[in-house]
């Protein structure tokens, strides 16, 4: 048996977003967001679900604050849902603000520390345009500054955006996000609005915000890698998509320029018409943290066969493709096992690319990486008291932690790791019937009841080590 040991003062938390668990989605003057809008729309989410109830997050909030206390967890990353802030693109609003004020004083009564997001994906509807609009950036900046006035005195973590590559690419490309757009060049172009929000966000965020806070970004990462290392369509396959899953992202945010290559390879889709001067220089504001969201990583082949698609297929739609500008690209099947999504199970790989971050942009640039979503969704069965005993999830976990830790062993400058998610809920396209959470929800009555990986996340936390 083998004790892996964090540095003293690493953070284990668990994460959440607005929209997956408020549900109260008409209450204290909250307005439509994108995403209700697209739950509205037959087809679009397995089962006709929606997020008018979700976890009742809302209601309950201080009971799933004492859940995490319970727990043990020191940080609690969660999403601050901006059409309960900003109904309808209109006047600010104390009640929606105030949910959020309530929670952050809960969680830090509980002794929790406050991790805030500012954008997971629920944009209100009434902005004209969505993200196709440039003016959506300037409409973030206010918003973030706003809730920075109201919060920033108690919650000194905040992140601008969650997975951009998502709200965009999956979502005007892909069609697979609301709003469920399938065209290539509104992909890039609400990228690149999404990537400006980023900038002119934490200038807001600066602006504002006490000294002592710290201001970030979350990204998901691919790692992908070539199905055969010999095939030099294999490599370029995957130098593709490495181009459009993270370094559109990654580059112009910590370097302050997009990779030339990717610009080259999306120039039919109008990448250079939409950045204007200086927003390259916007976008690469200095950040203090980037937060890693990791799942899997990929195989690809640029050479033509039946490949599995494992981004792209929800509910049996799969009217684009979110990889913009290589269509082309396969996404091969290694044979690995797999997680309830389809996802395979590649732990090594969150060691690779933690030590290729921290190598490449954030080790030199002095920035702190934090895994700010890990997780997995199984297939839970329930016993007749509604305990699960999720042993596949804690086997994912545990060695994603061994991972981690050995990141921390090679010199990689890892701080925290919050695990997705810390209830059942709403999963987007699949609706409630893909379950992550370390707590079981049942969706009948919402009662919570924490698995067996609850567990083992309380175990770990409070020894601040794994063992193996
Ligand atoms: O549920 C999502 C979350 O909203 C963003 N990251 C991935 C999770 C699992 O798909």
Redesign the pocket.
């Known amino acids: 048996m083998t004790l892996h040991q964090f540095p003293e003062g690493f953070l284990w938390g668990s994460a959440t977003?607005s929209f997956?668990i408020e549900g109260a989605a008409t209450e204290d003057g909250r307005s439509d967001s994108i995403w209700d809008v697209f739950c509205r729309q037959p087809g679009t989410i397995v089962n006709g679900d929606d997020g008018t109830i979700a976890c009742d997050h809302y209601h309950r909030m201080p009971e799933d604050v004492t859940l995490m206390r319970e727990l043990g967890l020191n940080t609690y990353r969660f999403s601050i849902a901006w059409p309960r802030v900003r109904p309808d693109d209109k006047e600010f609003n104390p009640k929606g603000i105030d949910f959020y004020s309530r929670l952050v004083d809960e969680l830090l009564a509980a002794g929790i520390r406050p991790w805030a997001t500012l954008y997971?994906w629920d944009l209100p509807a009434a902005i004209d345009g969505g993200w196709l609009n440039r003016d959506t950036a300037y409409r973030f900046a206010e918003y973030a500054a706003k809730v920075a006035e109201a919060l920033g005195d108690r919650c000194k973590d905040w992140t601008t955006l969650?997975?951009p590559w998502c709200s965009s690419f999956l979502s005007y490309a892909g069609g697979e996000h609301a709003p469920g757009h399938t065209d290539a060049a509104e992909g890039v172009r609400a990228g690149h609005h999404l990537l400006l929000a980023h900038g002119l966000g934490c200038q807001a965020l600066r602006a504002t915000l006490p000294a002592g806070t710290r201001v970030g970004i979350t990204l998901?990462f691919n790692l992908v890698d070539p199905a055969d290392p010999e095939s030099v369509s294999d490599r370029e396959a995957a130098r593709r998509i490495d181009g459009v899953a993270n370094r559109f992202f990654l580059d112009p945010v910590v370097l302050g320029t997009y990779p030339k290559d990717v610009v080259a390879d999306l120039e039919h889709l109008g990448l250079s018409e939409v950045v204007a001067d200086g927003d390259e220089k916007i976008i690469g504001q200095p950040i203090d943290f980037l937060g890693v969201?990791y799942?899997h990583g990929s195989a690809v082949t640029g050479t033509p066969q039946d490949g599995t698609a494992q981004q792209t297929e929800a509910n049996g739609r799969r009217a684009g493709n979110p990889n913009v500008g290589s269509e082309w690209v396969q996404f091969v099947s290694r044979g690995l096992p797999t997680t309830a999504m389809g996802w395979e199970i590649q732990p090594e790989g969150l060691t690779r690319l933690l030590e290729r971050l921290h190598r490449d942009y954030t080790g030199p640039a002095g920035i702190a990486l934090y895994v700010t979503?890990n997780g997995c969704a199984m297939d839970d069965v329930p016993n007749a008291s509604g305990f699960v005993d999720d042993q596949g999830r804690v086997a994912y976990l545990r060695d994603h932690f061994i991972a981690a830790h050995e990141a921390v062993a090679r010199g990689v400058d890892l701080r925290g790791y919050f695990v997705?998610s810390l209830l059942d809920n709403f999963?987007?396209a699949w609706g409630y019937a893909k379950r992550?959470g370390i707590v079981r929800v049942d969706y009948d009555t919402l009662e919570r009841t924490p698995k067996a990986s609850a567990a083992f996340v309380k175990e770990v936390a409070a020894a601040n080590a794994v063992e193996a």
């Open positions: 977003a997956q997971h969650n997975e998901n969201n799942y979503e997705w999963e987007w992550f």
